[in-house]
């Protein structure tokens, strides 16, 4: 490591410090008495606002300090802005690789070019920025496909409605935060396998922003309007589908049987829930992307090809399977 870059990092720690951010790793590398040569990754994370978002964060800290990889990580509190000032930061103390999570997909050409000029490799972790801006800004995409969680929540609905029988199964969806992509792409994913079929109304759709207490609240507005009108929930995160179950307990109906529950993620508490019959499907969406990013790293810091884009294995876990057996889920 040079002079000038050594001098950066450890002005970069002390800056990051007083401004929010968290470096991690053990030990800093004058510290460790290594050759000082340990790869530097700005991540920018969105915030803290599902138990999914912490097992995330978590799951890249622990990867990074498994892989020796320097982290300065910060935190944005769901504010586009603050993340965009978080990789401006990244770009000025020259780290190696920059990842972070857009929290919507449009508004992110500006500090890409910044990325790109200075000859940092960018990758997009968990979600996905629009198509309309320049695919040479980024490097690769590491995250689940939000499209095929969307349809596989469709079919399980689809095996619902053949066994329930009735004409009509009148849906409710509580939609994440407005203009990203695991929000618009589970919607259309969804909205893709029930269409066409007179047997499907989605009477109303409304943002709960991927949080528990929106969730709630918005569920305890349907129920008022609707009653006992709604047989589905399709909701698009474990948190919000835990504040809705509330709503529904609180109104007097059982949840899972007066009204059949979807979601996505796979925390434990939803798996809790679908072992007690209050749940009828979680899609999983795994937050454990810790790994995938380092090796991504270590790949793009040595100037390696990486994939386009990278989607972790996910399943579905439903009423109809044996939950039993399965490994505690960490988050
Ligand atoms: O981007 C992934 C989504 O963001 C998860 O489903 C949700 O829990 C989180 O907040």
């Known amino acids: 490591m040079s002079k000038n870059r050594f001098l950066l990092v450890l002005l970069a720690g002390c800056l990051f410090l007083f401004a929010g951010f968290t470096p991690t790793g053990k030990k800093q590398p004058e510290e460790t008495g290594e050759s000082g040569n340990r790869l530097l990754l700005g991540f920018a994370q969105i915030g803290s606002e599902s138990s999914w978002r912490i097992g995330n964060t978590r799951s890249v800290q622990e990867a990074a300090e498994q892989h020796g990889i320097q982290l300065m990580m910060s935190d944005a509190n769901q504010k586009q802005e603050n993340e965009i000032r978080a990789i401006r930061q990244f770009i000025a103390y020259q780290v190696d690789v920059i990842a972070f999570v857009p929290i919507v997909e449009e508004g992110w050409e500006n500090v890409l070019y910044e990325a790109k000029n200075a000859g940092i490799p960018v990758i997009l972790s968990d979600r996905q920025i629009s198509e309309k801006i320049d695919e040479n ?8 496909d939000f499209y095929v969680e969307g349809r596989r929540a469709g079919e399980f609905l689809l095996r619902k409605a053949e066994e329930s029988g009735k004409e009509t199964l009148r849906i409710v969806e509580l939609l994440g935060t407005p203009g990203s992509t695991p929000a618009l792409q589970r919607e259309k994913g969804f909205h ?6 007179s047997r499907f109304e989605v009477i109303e759709s409304v943002s709960g922003d991927f949080l528990r207490s929106k969730g709630k609240e918005s569920m305890e507005k349907l129920l008022e309007k609707w009653g006992d009108g709604i047989d589905v929930l399709y909701s698009h995160n474990d948190g919000m589908t835990l504040g809705a179950i509330d709503a529904i307990e609180k109104a007097g109906l059982q949840p899972g049987r007066d009204i059949i529950i979807i979601t996505v993620d796979g925390e ?10 209050k749940i009828n499907c979680v899609v999983e969406c795994t937050p454990m992307l810790g790994d995938l990013i380092m090796e991504l790293t270590e790949k793009l810091a040595a100037g390696e090809e990486v994939p386009r884009v990278i989607h972790p294995e996910e399943t579905m876990f439903t009423e109809y399977d044996d939950l039993s057996g399965l490994p505690a889920r960490g988050y």
Not at 137 to 144: C, F, I, K, N, S
């Open 137 to 144: 800004l980024y490097t690769t995409y590491v995250g689940a």
């Open 268 to 277: 434990q508490a939803a798996f809790d829930l679908v072992k007690e019959g």
């Open 192 to 197: 893709d396998v029930i269409a066409g079929d």
